[in-house]
């Protein structure tokens, strides 16, 4: 199992920024993916997830109404629209991949539920 994760930046305040994460050697459609970001200092936190099987998401309350995610099964990838970004934004961004698609029953912003992860990608929000 294998994730990739791309499209990380440097952006300006209000800006917007697409981060893929690309699976191989398993397919997607009965897993759940989830996005998650760590900052200097922090904690790393669920961002939002999808479960592949029926394209349920859920977000973080921070992220709501400016982030998207979405699937494309056939590519076997997730994509995170970031959208009117702010300098909080700022961090390193994962994806992570949970066998049992507990993003289904509303567990898919918890670290603790993924399996496997991919290396970060940074994205940084200044001006």
């Known amino acids: 199992v294998q994730l990739q994760a791309s499209g990380g930046g440097r952006v300006q305040p209000g800006g917007s920024l697409r981060l893929s994460c690309v699976a191989s050697?398993?397919?997607?459609?009965?897993?759940?993916i989830g996005w998650f970001r760590q900052a200097p200092g922090k904690e790393r936190e669920g961002v939002p997830c999808?479960?592949?099987?029926?394209?349920?998401?859920y977000y973080a309350d921070s992220v709501k109404g400016r982030f998207a995610i979405s699937g494309d099964n056939a590519k076997n990838t997730v994509y995170l629209q970031m959208n009117s970004l702010k300098p909080e934004d700022t961090a390193v961004y994962y994806c992570?991949?949970?066998?049992?698609?507990?993003?289904?029953?509303?567990?898919?912003?918890?670290?603790?539920?993924?399996?496997?992860w991919g290396q970060g990608t940074q994205v940084t929000v200044s001006s």
């Open positions: 999808i479960s592949s099987r029926d394209g349920i998401t």
């Open positions: 992570a991949t949970d066998l049992s698609d507990n993003c289904r029953y509303g567990l898919g912003l918890e670290v603790i539920e993924y399996d496997y």
């Open positions: 050697e398993f397919t997607l459609d009965y897993f759940a």
